[in-house]
Structures are given as C-alpha cells and as structure tokens.
C-alpha cells in the first residue's frame, strides 16, 4: 500500500509502473534470480528515497510499482533500479551473463498511472 511521503514544502503519492523485459526476452529469471532482485530492491531502499510497492518476475521480464519523491525523474528511478539490479545479479548469478549475448537485461517500458 503507498503512504503519503512529506517533505518540508510538499507531501506526494507519486507511483510508476515499470516494465523491464529481458534483452531479446530470453528466459533468465529462475527463482534464484528472482531472489536476488528482491534482496536487492531491499538495499535500494535503504539508500535511495525509493520505495518497491511490489516486485513481480515472469520468465522474460519483471514489474515494478515504485513510489518515489518528485525530486526523482521516472528515468533517474529506473537508470539507478536497473543498473543497481542487473550489476547484482551479474555479480551473483555468471550464467545470466551467458544467456544475454551484450551482458545487459534490455529496455524498459514505463507505464504512467492515470
């Protein structure tokens, strides 16, 4: 459930939906995978004003409802997420490095609410 974030001047409900697929949608994401970005998602939080609302993984891709403060830009959240997520899980699981042939996860797919 999301909270009202205050800060000194605003207080804000600010959520975004992110879809990252894999690249080429190969199928990567194991239980061992989903593991590690859940943990990670976990840090995220503790050092940046992002909060994980929820974290979903498929095979191929991985949602994620965030909540942030307007100071953060949708891309500046996903930039840090992404690239936070994919250096830990190159890190801790070598044979996704294998599966994705450039040694990166891909694009993102930004879904505003409305």
């Known amino acids: 459930m999301s909270e009202y974030i205050h800060k000194s001047h605003n207080v804000s409900v600010l959520m975004y939906h992110f879809v990252c697929p894999a690249k080429y949608r190969r199928v990567v994401i194991d239980d061992e995978v989903d593991q590690v970005i859940r943990e990670t998602c976990e840090e995220i939080e503790k050092r940046y004003e992002i909060k994980f609302i929820e ?20 891309q500046k959240i996903i930039q840090r997420v992404k690239s936070i997520i994919a250096k830990e899980v190159f890190a801790k699981c070598p044979q996704v490095k294998k599966k994705l ?12 609410p409305q």
């Open 55 to 74: 974290v979903g993984t498929d095979k191929d891709h991985v949602h994620f409802l965030i909540q942030s403060v307007p100071t953060y830009s949708p």
């Open 101 to 112: 042939w450039g040694g990166n996860f891909g694009q993102t797919d930004i879904m505003l």
